[in-house]
Each structure stands twice: as structure tokens, then as C-alpha cells.
């Protein structure tokens, strides 16, 4: 499923990403007042243009709602129209995101919240003991016992509390301490956030943020938006996208000759390629920053989203503590943890946690601060978390992904035709990035399986139809 | 109650943050796999230190959890343990955090998002029908029909339709467009996420960014991240702290010499100043901005905190309208709001949107590039909004502010020396800016009259003491 054939480029370039607000000046009034000078009517050039823009923010390829997915909108609403297709839904593959495939949400969870959110209900007895319980834990220790308090901003005390119990649990007694623990906005909140602390120097010296090849873009986009050099490592398809200790080897050093590499940046399980590292290779890892001084950051957002049974999750924290006191007095880790994914799959509460490892004192300090510029993180989303770190059941899949591609590259054009011709909605490699020359996409698993089977098939017909005509 | 006297300075300078993890090397265990090398124990220096962070972030001022702060933290726990002091409890008047203090939520507003939080409730008796069809109206548009779903990144659409209704109506009659409105992580994110946009160019070039003095500190903190130049305009203490255009026009007239001004920062009504702008002030400002050619930044998060009769809130959006086409077709224009504040004060949710005037359409796609790279503000924020755009029941008070200092300035050591004698927590005004030689603290009005009353008498009493030994 994985790979496409490589296409043939085509020259079009979807580009516009949605209307521009034409109400504006027909409602324009008659000033009332009089003004010292009364300028002409014309339409002035204006001051915010993307020739005026900031240029890392413009420099950002950022994969989320691209063309494909705006082509997906659109044909939902010729659906609706009752335009004929060769199909009578989309369905979006594209985006891993549980509940809106249909996913219910864990009753628990949702029953804490609505406790926390409307204390009246604490008196009702269609909700259970354990649920009143731990909503009177929660709103305790918000301010005014309400959630609608900001909450200091690293987060709720007794929510960092759990989280580092947590942690404790899943690594095996290995203890976790709740003043490492920051609550974010999602984990891409607590990894932006880091990486704006990291990044520093001019020229030569720029700090270079080494990421694995594919990506999950959030990580390409921060790096664009801090102007810091991005230093590619790529995963091995060949060998299920395994990461290779030589490759990083080599990316760092070519890296030193133009940057000063300071950060790896690591996705395990990954997203897109859904390969979980083993214990030896996290310990090769490890060496690696040791050894090359690096900063390490692990997203470990999948780590509930392990199915094979060959395979198991091993927290970067864990093996760095049993690696000994060198590497855990040592390396600096950061790990981002979030209650999108896992069995819960609660995206839309933006609820998250990162844990440092070895932070200076000092930096922790500067970190309150800049976390404190925007005050806290949703503190629903806390009390989500609090729930995610809390129950032990196992868990059931929640993948997902975001990607937009600026040019039609061979990829977006076979996934474009896909769409139009199947209404099957999926990403395109490119936004991940690929080894030159080599092309792919993306799709999620999270439909239904008698909804996947039909997926499957209507893919197949479809791929061999299109290599007839392109190849 | 503004101003305080001019304070002896004071050496000490508390700076610590926060407790370093102590448990990290505690816990170490042996490694259980080989390696190639087996370092020796030591401590190494870090990678990230104050030296070698980022210098951006370095600079952020930000005055919100700092030293005073931290302090009343102690003396609380101090009491806890039973240790006597003058005062029996902290009273926290630093933090306009309504909920914190003790305002109690809106039942409705509370009502609908645990309807949309936990959709069983939908059958249950004890909630009313119009909070129930506000919450099926708001599900119907979440992604599988839950808070559970990312949402688009420009938020909900039936929740930024109803925003453009609420402005349409506020504006008595001045359309909004839904495409002009973006729904935000709290005000603060709208801004950042503005502001980081609008800067580009180097040196002489670099923007310039004109925010009031005093400001509320997300203002400075951002400029400073995003290396812009920050152009400080005074409002007028002695005239109630209005808004001067002469006093624009000379920091405009300045800033060019060094730097390239594009946006103005307008806060109305003010924080922490309180002051609301006339009609006829808006309309000179826009005048200005027009004749200058600057990008129009509108934060008027209290529009629902206008308390005396003499003042009415007039929209920026709205005066433009009525100044004619040449205003409203040409000056470009962003405003935010917020759930945070006004008769909600809603906090916690971090609900916010924001509503951009003639942005052109291509920076339109940049905007969504940019939100999408955090995927979306947090959905039970963005209901959150929606209530509160909603229901026309008129306000109640919730004014706030968050603030930090660094260094021991004479308005920091008499608010050090109130905490300490009286129990009573207030922002000292440096963290705002102010005019050289001139000392003021903030404080926010939102405990109870009858413990209002105390407040005040205690601050006087200490006040008329500390000239007394400080004079
Ligand atoms: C690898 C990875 N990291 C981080 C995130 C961000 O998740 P959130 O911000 O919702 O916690 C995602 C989301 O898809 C992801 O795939
Ligand atoms: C003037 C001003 N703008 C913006 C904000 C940010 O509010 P929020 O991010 O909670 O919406 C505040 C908060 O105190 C404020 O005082």
C-alpha cells in the first residue's frame, strides 16, 4: 500500500486557500465625524503582502489542508449538490483523527470532564463514585475550584502529580518527578516550544535540529518559523523505516560544515512510517547524543499505539536511566506525550505533557517564563490528560496526520486524481519528505474494517488503471 | 490608589525559579546491553544554558509569575504551617482571574458545554432545551460530532458564524464575515500569532511594533521572541491615560530612524490603565495608521469591562466602517476577543478569536498555514467562545493581568514589603513600563466590597508607614 509508482509531473499548482471576505466595503458608511484630511477613494497597496511578510513564515511547507484536502471539501459539497460521482461519499483517510472517523469517546473520561465542567452534576447519581471522585481531586486544585481559572503555567499541580506517576508506572519504577513535568497545549505546543528555547547563534554557528526523513511536519514548520537549520536524517525503508545510528553519523557531520547541530529530534512510534524502535537501537541513540552533545527530544505521542506483537515501547527516559549514571546525569531529554492519540484519541481538548531530563536550573526558569507569556494551557485539556495518565486500559488505534503540498509533485497528482476519480481522501509522501526520486502516500486505518475492504479494492482498481495510463 | 511614592532601591534581586529535579540521578540503574563505549562519571557541561539559549527569549521580560508572585506562594504555605504573621490569609488582588476569585461561572454557559462534553446528559431532564439545542448545534459541526475532533484550523464554522453575527449585531449593523474570523487558543494566541507574521527586514529595516506604555507584557514578550523592534508610545497619565496622537506621531517620527514601523498596538479598553477611548480618539488613530501606512492591531478583550457611564466601547472595526471607503476598503485591521474576560471570565477554556479587515488574500492562506501547524485551538475553548458571543446578558467584571519582574525596582521592593507585612498581592507597575522616575503597582478590584473595604484601609495604613521610613 505503501509505495506509488513514480508520475508524471503535470504543470498545475492549486495554490489559493480560501475566499477572500467580499462583504468588506459594501458595508462601508459615511463617516460622521470630520477628519483634518479626506483622502481619495482608490485601493492602496497593502502593508501585509508576501513580499512583506516574514519570511520564515512563508518558508513553511506545511502538509495539513493542502490542496488535496481543500479538493476533498469541495467535492463533499458537489455531493451535496447532487452532482453525480463515480462514488457517493469522501472519505478521509487523509487524517488520523479517531473521533471524527467515528470513534466514541471513553465514557470515563467524558464523565470527569462533564463533572468538572458542571459541579452541579457531583450531586447526580447517574454518574459513578470513581468519576465524582476524581473530578473533586481535579477541581481542588483549580483555582476558585473551577476550570474556567487559569492554572499556573506549567499546569495543575495534582495533574503533574499524576502524570510523573504515570511515567513511574509505564517505566518500571523509574521515578519521575512532577517539577520536570510541563502540561502543553498538545504535544505540538511543548515541542515548539523547546525548540524556540534551543535555537540560537548566526551563520555557521545556527543551531541545526537533526529530524528523521519522513517527518511529521509540525517539525520542518517550527524549524522554518525559528530560522534553525533543518539536518535530515533518513529512516530506512528498506528495512521496515528503521533508524540507522550510521546514518545519523553521517547527516551530523555533513551538518557541521554549514550549522552548529544541537538538537535530535526523535519519533518513536513513528508517524508516518509506524516503526517502533527497539531497546538496542535507543540505546545506540542515546550514545550517539551523548557522544555528538546533542539535545535530545522524544515524541513519544504513539507510544499506546503499538500492535505488533513483536514489538514494544521503550521510553527513551527508561533506557537512559538504565544505561547508568554518565548518560542519566548527563544527556538533556525532552519527551512529549499527548492525549490525542492512544485508545483515547481526545485531539480536540489540545491536552499534553512534556518531561525534561537534566535541565539546567536556570533554563528551567526562563522555561516557566516563556511558557507564562501565554499564560497556561487549557486547563480542560489538563484535566483530559489527568484522565489519559490515570486509566489502565489498553488501547485502541488513533494515527493521524496532517499534510499540505504546495506544488504538484508526482504524488499529489496521483492522490488528487484518486480523490476525484474514488473519493478516497489521502496524503501525499512529499509532505513528509522522501529520498529523491522515490513516492508515496499516506493513509490512515482508523475506518471501519468492512469500510477498509472497500477502500482497499477501490484503491487497487484504481492504482492499476492509472499505471495503464501514465506509466 | 495608582501611584505610589518614589522607593528606596534595594540590592537583592530573588531569581530562582522553581526547584531543580533532585530525584534524576537518585534513580539510575545499570545498563543491561553493552556498549561500544563506557564513558566515565562526571558531570558534563550542558548543552542548553542561559549562555547558549536562545537570546530572543533570553530578553522576554515578562512580568507574570516573578518574584512577588513566588513570594506569596511561600507565605502561604508558611501560614499553612502555622507560622504567625500580621494577616491571616493572601489576598491575590496581582491576577484579574475572575473564577480564582471567587465569580462564579455562568450556570448556561456551564450547562451547554457539559451537554457537548458528555452528549448522554442530552436526555437528561435536568438541563434546559435552549442549552440543549446550543449544544446539538455546536456537536452537529465538531467532526464525528464530538469535542474529541481536531477542528478545522480556523476553527469550528458554525462557531465563527456565529461570531460574525455577534460583531454584526455589536456594530449595529456592520457586517463581519465568517471567512474574516479565526478562532484562537485565548487572545494571546491571535496576537502572537498576528505579530508573527507581520515582522521581516534587517537592520534599519527590521519592523517596528508601537505598543502603549504602560502595556500588558504578552506585547514586549513576543517582540522581543520575534527579535521585532519594540516602538513605545505613552498614554497620558495626567489625562486619565489617554491616547495622544501627537504622542504617536513622535514615536513614529523616532522610530523610523533606526527602525521600519508597520504595526500599531492598540489596547481599548486599557490594561492596566483601565481608560476607554473616545470615538473621536479611534478615529484619529485610524486617521494615523492610514496616513502612515500601519497595520492596525486592535486587543479590545474588555470591551464588556466599561464600567462608568461617561464611557461607551466604540469597535475599531466599526469606526472604520463609518469613516468611509477610502478607511474601509484600504486600512488593514485585526481585533481580538477573548473569553477571559467580561461577564464570563472564562479563563481556563483559553477561547478567543480574531477578525482580520482587507488582509490580502494570499497572507490569508499564510495565516492558515501558520494555524495548521499547530493543528487547532482547542474545541471546548472554541464553544466556550461561542456561548459568550451569544447570550446578551450584560456584564460583569473581570479584568486581569499577569506580570513578572526581574529586578528589584523600587515599585517591585514596596510591593515586596506589602506582600510581606500585609498579606495583600499586587503588581508592581515596572512590569508594565512606565515613564522614567515614575512608580506605580496594579492591583485588580474584583474581591468582594466588604473585603475590598479591608484591602483598601490596609494598603494605606502600610502606605503612610513606608513613606514614613522611606521618605
Ligand atoms: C508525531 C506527532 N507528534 C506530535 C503531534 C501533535 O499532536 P497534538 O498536538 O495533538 O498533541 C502529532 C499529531 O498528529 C504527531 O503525529
Ligand atoms: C490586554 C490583554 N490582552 C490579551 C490578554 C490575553 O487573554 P487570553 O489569552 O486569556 O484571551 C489579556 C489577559 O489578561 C489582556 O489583559
Known amino acids: 500500500m505503501q509505495r506509488a509508482a513514480a508520475l508524471v509531473r503535470r504543470g498545475c499548482c492549486p495554490r489559493t486557500l480560501g475566499p477572500w471576505g467580499r462583504s468588506q466595503s459594501s458595508a462601508a458608511a459615511e463617516a460622521s465625524a470630520v477628519l483634518k ?64 472517523m467515528g470513534q466514541q469517546p471513553i465514557t470515563f473520561l467524558r ?30 486544585a483549580c483555582g476558585g475550584n473551577s476550570l474556567g481559572s487559569y492554572s499556573a503555567s506549567q499546569g495543575v499541580n495534582c495533574i503533574r502529580e499524576d502524570v510523573a506517576a504515570y511515567i513511574t508506572r509505564r517505566d518500571g519504577g523509574v521515578p519521575a518527578d512532577p517539577d520536570n513535568i510541563y502540561l502543553t497545549t498538545g504535544a505540538s505546543d511543548g515541542i515548539s516550544t523547546i525548540l524556540k528555547i534551543l535555537v540560537s547563534g548566526g551563520g555557521k554557528s545556527r543551531t541545526g535540529v537533526m529530524i528523521p526523513i519522513p517527518q511529521y511536519p509540525l517539525y520542518s514548520a517550527v524549524i522554518s518559523e525559528l530560522d534553525a537549520i533543518q539536518v535530515n536524517y533518513y529512516l530506512d525503508e528498506d528495512n521496515c523505516w528503521a533508524l540507522n545510528v550510521n546514518e545519523l553519523r553521517r547527516a551530523v557531520q555533513q551538518a557541521k560544515e554549514h550549522c552548529n547541530p544541537k538538537v535530535l529530534c526523535i519519533i518513536n512510534p513513528g508517524n508516518p512510517t509506524g516503526q517502533v524502535q527497539s531497546r538496542k537501537c535507543i540505546e545506540d541513540v542515546i550514545h550517539f547524543a551523548w557522544e555528538e552533545k546533542l539535545f535530545l527530544l522524544a515524541d513519544e505521542v504513539y507510544q499506546d499505539n503499538v500492535y505488533s506483537s513483536d514489538c514494544k515501547f521503550h521510553s527513551f527516559k527508561k533506557v537512559l536511566y538504565e544505561m ?20 483515547m484519541g481526545e485531539c480536540g481538548y489540545r491536552g499534553g505533557y512534556m518531561e525534561v531530563i ?37 488501547g485502541e488505534e488513533s494515527f493521524e496526520q496532517f499534510s499540505r503540498a504546495h506544488k504538484m509533485a508526482p504524488d499529489m497528482f496521483y492522490c488528487m486524481k484518486l480523490l476525484e476519480e474514488t473519493g478516497i481522501c489521502v496524503v501525499p509522501g512529499s509532505g513528509f519528505g522522501q529520498r529523491e526520486g522515490t513516492y508515496h502516500f499516506r493513509m490512515t486505518i482508523l475506518p471501519p474494517v468492512e469500510k477498509l475492504k472497500t477502500v482497499l479494492q477501490k484503491v487497487k482498481d484504481f492504482h492499476i488503471k492509472f499505471l495503464e495510463e501514465y506509466a
Chains 1, 2 share one sequence.
Not at 324 to 343: C, D, I, M, Q, R
Open 358 to 394: 537534566n535541565l539546567h536550573p536556570e533554563i528551567k526558569g526562563q522555561l516557566v517564563k516563556l511558557l507564562s507569556v501565554r499564560l497556561c494551557p487549557p486547563v480542560s485539556g489538563q484535566a483530559a490528560m489527568d484522565i489519559v495518565v490515570n486509566p489502565p486500559v489498553p
Open 111 to 140: 464523565q470527569v470532564m462533564a463533572l468538572c465542567t458542571y459541579p452541579n452534576l457531583l450531586d447526580s447519581p447517574s454518574f459513578p463514585e470513581d468519576a465524582k471522585k476524581r473530578a473533586r481531586r481535579i477541581l481542588q
Open 324 to 343: 547508568g549514571p554518565e548518560y542519566s546525569s548527563n544527556v538533556e531529554l525532552a519527551s512529549f506525550h499527548s492525549t490525542s492519540k492512544g485508545y
Open 37 to 100: 484630511v479626506r483622502p481619495e477613494r482608490s485601493r492602496r497597496e497593502r502593508i501585509l503582502t508576501l513580499e512583506s511578510m516574514n519570511p520564515q513564515v512563508k518558508a513553511v511547507e506545511y502538509a495539513v489542508r493542502g490542496p488535496i484536502v481543500l479538493k476533498a471539501g469541495e467535492i463533499e459539497l458537489e455531493l451535496q449538490r447532487g452532482i453525480k460521482k463515480p462514488f457517493t461519499e469522501v472519505i478521509r483517510a487523509n487524517i488520523g483523527d479517531a473521533q471524527a
